[in-house]
Structure formats: structure tokens, C-alpha cells
């Protein structure tokens, strides 16, 4: 079992910053791939930005040079900095856990992001 914590999110106004945090604990170990999930109302969960244990990374296209996420391996931990926010971006982000080797998955309880004026 894997445990994740979020923290950060809120409201911002456009064009603003948030910074979203994600602690995991429990049965982590070899190989895995951390990252951020998001549902906006009425639409499915998309893929926002993952980054493998190795270092490797990826983004959804509409916000590649807007967000950057980073991991600590060594605590076991995953951030999201969200700059220029859009009012496209406001959902529900879920932090997630997974290891391609076995095959879990793990999600964080998520948290609001709201982009409004």
C-alpha cells in the first residue's frame, strides 16, 4: 500500500501561480512513476504531468512551459508549480502513484484548483 498526502491548491486569478504537493509513504520501492492527474466537472480525469523515479518526465501539451513538476526521490515527494493559470485549468488535481513493474496504482484524495477573477 502507498499513502498520499496532498497539499497546496486554491484559488488564484488568471495568469497566477499555485504550487501543489504530494508526500507519499508506505510500500514504495523500485522503479515507479509519480505525477498529477485533474478532473474538471463534467469531464474525464486527464493526465497533467508525470516524472519516473529515473528522472524522466512528461506534460499534457496545453500546459507544457506552464507547469514544471519535480520529485525527491530520497522523501519520497512530487510538486506541480503551476504558473500562468488559465480559467481552463480550474479542477480537482490527484496526486498518483504507480509502478509499472507491478502494476499498483495509488491516488491522493485531490484537491480544488479554482482560476477565477
Known amino acids: 500500500q502507498v499513502q498520499l498526502v496532498e497539499s497546496g491548491g486554491g484559488l488564484v486569478q488568471p495568469g497566477g501561480s499555485l504550487r501543489l504537493s504530494c508526500a507519499a509513504s508506505?510500500?514504495?520501492?523500485?522503479?515507479?512513476?509519480m505525477g498529477w492527474y485533474r478532473q474538471a466537472p463534467g469531464k474525464q480525469r486527464e493526465l497533467v504531468a508525470t516524472a519516473t523515479s529515473g528522472g524522466t518526465t512528461n506534460y499534457l501539451d496545453t500546459v507544457k512551459g506552464r507547469f514544471s513538476i519535480s520529485r525527491d526521490n530520497a522523501k519520497n515527494t512530487v510538486s506541480l508549480q503551476m504558473n500562468s493559470l488559465k480559467p481552463d485549468d480550474t479542477a480537482v488535481y490527484y496526486c498518483?502513484?504507480?509502478?509499472?513493474?507491478?502494476?499498483?496504482?495509488?491516488w491522493g484524495q485531490g484537491t480544488q484548483v479554482t482560476v477565477s477573477s
Open positions: 508506505g510500500s514504495i520501492f523500485g522503479f515507479n512513476v
Open positions: 498518483n502513484w504507480r509502478s509499472p513493474i507491478t502494476g499498483d496504482v495509488f
